[in-house]
C-alpha cells in the first residue's frame, strides 16, 4: 500500500493554558508514532478568533500535523478526533504532488524575504548607532 501525504487541522479551546494545549499535541504526536506514521512537522499556528462560534466558544487554538501516512490510517485518527472533547473542529486532507511543491517554494520564498527584513533591520541599527557616534563626536 502506498503512503500518501497528508495535513490533519485540529482546532481546540482558546481558552486552554499552554501545558494543556501541549499535552493534547503530545498525545496526538504518540498515536503518530504508534501507527508508524511518519511526521514531517507540526506547526503550532496558535490562538485565532473563530468566524463563528463553536460549542459556545469564541476563540480556538489551532494545529496542524503533517505526516505520511497509509490511506486507512486517517480514519483511525479521525475517530480519535471525533471521541475528543477537547477537539473543536477537525479536517484531514490529502495534500497532491503539485500541492506540495507550491508549499515549498512558497516557504522558501518566505524564509528569503525574513532574510532580507531581519539584514535590513540589522542594516538600521548599525546605522542609527553610527549616527549616534557622530553627534557626540560633534559635540566634543
Known amino acids: 500500500m502506498t503512503k500518501r501525504h497528508y495535513e490533519s487541522y485540529i482546532i481546540l479551546d482558546g481558552n486552554f493554558e499552554d501545558p494543556t494545549i501541549e499535552e493534547i499535541i503530545k498525545k496526538y504526536e504518540k498515536l503518530l508514532s504508534k501507527n508508524k506514521v511518519e511526521i514531517k512537522n507540526i506547526d503550532k499556528i496558535g490562538r485565532r478568533r473563530l468566524a463563528y462560534p463553536i460549542k459556545k466558544k469564541q476563540n480556538g487554538y489551532y494545529i496542524c500535523f503533517e505526516f505520511t501516512a497509509a490511506p486507512d490510517f486517517t480514519a483511525k485518527i479521525e475517530k480519535a478526533y471525533k471521541m475528543d472533547e477537547n477537539i ?40 542609527k548607532k553610527n549616527n549616534i557616534k557622530e553627534k557626540e563626536e560633534e559635540k566634543d
Open 88 to 127: 473543536l473542529r477537525y479536517l484531514t486532507i490529502i495534500m497532491s504532488k503539485n500541492e506540495l511543491k507550491s508549499k515549498e517554494n512558497y516557504l522558501k520564498k518566505k524564509a528569503i524575504i525574513l532574510q532580507n527584513l531581519e539584514a535590513e533591520k540589522e542594516k538600521q541599527e548599525q546605522e
